[in-house]
């Protein structure tokens, strides 16, 4: 017996107010996605979810009741989809990490690994889709999380089911450069239009500049830029007739991984690791100035407070040992001036790192926490505790070296 359409809506509407907003990542005439979390699910070591809400008109309904069943390591866990009376939602997880548009802008263009790693992480994501009959439509730089566990494919908002013998789907969609023909009225799409939208996105890796703009024919033609294998392939992966392309996600992926020999070694070691259960290692890079000034704004007004509270710390305590160093080292130190020197200079860069830039880089969600904004608070926590102590056993073994070089100096 089927539910009432009035009871399937109070039911709709009852998952929807459970759960709560935290920021809205975009908002316009086609519907909205927001970061959101469900009170009192932090004890099952929920993180924070996407909501994606899609006017009806544009959703494909049926895609949508598919997307709970389909999963991958390059593609968002689907929580749940549920209907309203003029939007269809689905909630996804949060995937940590960087949109690919935002790291071609501020280092330009990839090198051809990193990019075949990309290209190979994506075109399995889409194929996963494209065994359960869904073209996911909107494949760009955008829609690209470059993460901890690879390239991640997100927003499958106006992602499609193929459908044997029509001749053509809703036109004018999808972000415009990446868009295949067909989905502007040409034909239907299917397959192959995604295999367009990867071979776009590698052109746009490899040269630093959008398959719609000026100059990128140029860039690409560039052999001394990309090599004319890889422009083979971005411009068969691309061409205007859907049969002369790669016909499957699969086809372009050994293509590039053919074409790059170093990516394909690294591609199996990284699957190796993965069987292995082998663990990420640990950032080693430190935020840099202008990452923790872009994730100042945005924090809470208490943790702007304590930021600068510890800054302001981090540089009194610089300044009291370096002048404690230089000028009380013939009282303290005795015999060994240089060496305690070093000590104490040591302790002071560790001390002031820690204030000045590894806490407040963790609060503020920035540099090697960036992956981390959303997660709970306790993630941060861990990882922070982790970088501390590796900083803690380095000081260590610089204090130990120094005590090992003053014990074996004659007369020490």
Known sequence: MDTPADVQLMAALEKDEAYRVVRVLACGEAGSTEVVSRPGAAHLGEGPLVRKRVKRDVANVEVFSRLSSVGGEHLPRVVETYDLPDQVVIVREYVYGTPLASCVAEAGRMGEIAAAHVVADVCDAVATLHEQGIVHRDVSPRNVI?????????????????VEGAQRDTTRLGTW?????????????????????????????????????????EMLADSAAVRPELRRIVEK??????????????????????????????NVDKAADAKTGKREKIPRTLAR?????????????????????????GVFVGILFGSAAVYTTNAM?????????????????????????????????AGPYAAMKY?????????????????????????????????LTPGG
Do not use: N
């Open 289 to 313: 100035p202008g990452q923790l000034v872009a994730a100042f704004p945005e924090a809470k007004p208490w943790i702007q407070v304590l930021t600068v509270a510890l800054v302001v710390l």
């Open 375 to 407: 997660r709970q608070r306790s993630a941060r926590m861990i990882l922070l505790a982790k970088r501390l102590l590796m900083a803690l056993g380095v000081l260590f073994v610089f204090v130990a070296a120094l005590a090992t070089c003053v014990a």
């Open 237 to 266: 992966a691309c061409s205007f007739e859907p049969s002369e392309r790669y016909q499957s996600a699969g086809a372009l992926r050994d293509a590039v991984l053919q074409a790059v020999p170093d990516a394909a070694a690294a």
């Open 146 to 162: 470059l993460s901890p566990r690879g390239a991640v494919l997100i927003d499958l908002g106006i992602a499609r089911a193929y």
């Open 333 to 365: 130190v005795g015999d060994h001036p240089v060496e305690s020197l070093l000590v104490v200079l040591g302790a002071s860069v560790y001390l002031v790192l820690l204030l000045v830039e590894e806490i407040p880089a963790a609060m503020l969600g």
């Open 177 to 217: 450069g990446f868009a295949s023909p067909e989905q502007y009225g040409f034909a239907q799409t299917d397959v192959r239009s995604d295999v367009y939208s990867v071979g776009c996105l590698l052109g746009y890796m490899l040269t630093g500049v959008t398959p719609d703009a000026e100059g990128y024919a």
